[in-house]
């Protein structure tokens, strides 16, 4: 868990986590988990806002998906609702125009870890993402959790069956969750109404698409929380509007304590994710639509963004950098020593966050700038030290990985890789929990940290992750290197750089 500098503060729930629009729904999303538990006194509900996969459809619409997180209600199975155990860190619910599994359900609930991870303990997460990493998670939990909902061949290997946006959407996308709190009574209501309605699906990307959906399951603990924008998206309710007027609800009752969580897009080589939009939005901002706009419509396009402007303007990172929250213990938990995971859901509470906490949360420009100076003295030493021959081979070093390395999960579910070079097999770690194992080489270690932290450094703020989260890349980072240059690990510094030749390719930079 990440620590605060501040008496009795003890972790942080400020991590990071859309519909083709207007034609289907697609999921992906971009966290260090919520590790709560769930037996709390209160409960959470979030409308999930994913950004848009720049690909397909959605690259045109920009609008990205939606779905639901509770904190206290977890997956039964798959298509079946439960509370949460103590333990647990609730779960994220969504619909889709097709699952592909054996029969046609509306929806599908997954853990919080492996919906954003796709693993289910979060000390195995990713260190970065890549198609190879989520084609091995994604076979992972069909074979665990979707064995009886995905025995035909189309359903287990097509890449168009949508239960794998299921699993660790967090490599393909950034995501938003703007949090309420609510009651035991409310969601047990919802596990009620969930569990006795057939769950079988009747997608339609006008009427009945994934931020309808969301909108139908916030209005059962809120009624009117959420609603479509008929004005900016000319009738169709999009996941950005559902977020927006979800806000603005929950901003208009403080008893609500609202807060939002930020979940950026895994580094990784997967491409990166792009902000939403609504209708209007797409119009005068798509780089394929402007000058059609601008030659066929230039009086009415000023009358369009001036109302977008007047009654949409919704930015959900400044939003994040608004209501952020933390956890807090009691000083009796300290007192006593106690950490047991049975009491663990039940101590904690969220309180608002005071300026001072945001900056430690998100990072000032200037603390930014500080890291980024310090990776250009660690980066000068990789070059010394031979781990790596220029910068463009460092920024390559993902790529490398995917085309070159054989990515496999040992017996407790920890990720490793393994590269042969010159008939010499080398594994790493690629979990945060395996990277610096003892059997990890030390050096593809150092290198892939390298690589982590400098894509985080040169991510623009909505992309990159929280200072808290990035002090923990920071920490590894350092022991990394430590560990390559400790005695016992030097004879990888007479190895060949860790990354291929054929990358170093345009000279040190």
């Known amino acids: 868990m990440l620590k605060m500098n501040r008496q009795r503060c003890s972790r942080t729930i400020a991590k990071r986590w859309g519909f083709a629009y207007p034609l289907k729904c697609a999921c992906g999303l971009a966290l260090v988990l919520l590790a709560f538990g769930g037996s709390r006194a209160y409960g959470d509900v979030g409308v999930v806002l994913n950004e848009s996969l720049n690909a397909n459809m959605e690259w045109l619409t920009e609008s990205g998906h939606t779905a639901v997180y509770f904190s206290r209600i977890c997956a039964e199975s798959p298509v079946r609702l439960r509370p949460c155990r103590p333990g647990e860190d609730g779960s994220v619910m969504s619909t889709y125009e097709n699952l592909g599994e054996d029969h046609r359900y509306a929806w599908n609930i997954a853990p919080l870890s492996v919906y954003v991870y796709g693993v289910g303990d979060p000390r195995n997460r990713p260190v970065y993402g890549s198609e190879k990493i989520k084609s091995l998670l994604e076979d992972g939990y069909r074979d665990q959790s979707l064995a009886d909902y995905c025995s035909r061949q189309n359903c287990r290997t097509s890449e168009k069956a949508e239960w794998r946006y299921m699993v660790g959407a967090g490599m393909m996308r950034s995501m938003y969750i703007f949090v309420v709190r609510t009651t035991p009574q409310q969601d047990i209501e919802l596990i009620e109404k969930f569990n006795s309605l057939p769950n079988q699906n009747h997608f339609n990307g006008l009427t009945r698409n994934c931020a309808d959906f969301v909108k139908g399951v916030v209005d059962t603990y809120f009624p009117h929380a959420a609603h479509r924008d008929v004005i900016n998206d000319f009738g169709i309710t999009s996941p950005k509007a559902v977020a927006r007027t979800f806000t603005h609800y929950a901003l208009s009752h403080p008893e609500l304590q609202f807060y939002v969580l930020h979940f950026s897009q895994l580094p990784g080589t997967i491409r990166r994710s792009a902000e939403t939009r609504d209708g209007i939005e797409m119009l005068y901002r798509s780089k394929i639509l402007l000058v059609p706009m601008v030659i066929y419509a230039d ?211």
């Open 299 to 509: 009086y009415e396009l000023p009358m369009v963004a001036a109302a977008h402007v007047l009654t949409a303007r919704f930015n959900p990172e400044h939003e994040f950098e608004h209501y952020p929250a933390v956890e807090v213990e009691p000083a009796s938990l300290a007192s006593n020593g106690s950490n047991s995971p049975a009491n663990a859901g039940d101590i904690h509470t969220l309180r608002p966050v005071e300026m001072q906490d945001r900056e430690q949360i998100l990072g000032t420009n200037q603390e930014w700038e500080y890291y980024r100076e310090q990776f250009a003295g660690i980066f000068l030493a990789a070059l010394h030290e031979e781990v790596v021959p220029n910068r463009r081979a460092l920024r390559h070093y993902f790529s490398y990985l995917e085309k070159s390395g054989k990515v496999y999960a040992d017996s407790r579910g920890a990720l490793w890789l393994e590269v042969t070079e010159d008939g010499k097999p080398e594994k790493v770690g690629v979990s945060m929990d395996s990277i610096l194992a003892p059997h990890s080489d030390p050096q593809m270690a150092f290198a892939l940290l390298l690589a982590r932290v400098d894509q985080v450094l040169r991510s623009p703020r909505h992309r990159r992750e929280s200072m808290m989260e990035f002090k923990e890349d920071w920490a590894m980072l350092e022991s990394a290197h430590d560990r390559y240059s400790e005695p016992a690990g030097s004879v990888a510094t007479s190895h060949s750089p860790v990354i291929h030749p054929s990358l170093a390719a345009g000279g040190a930079n």
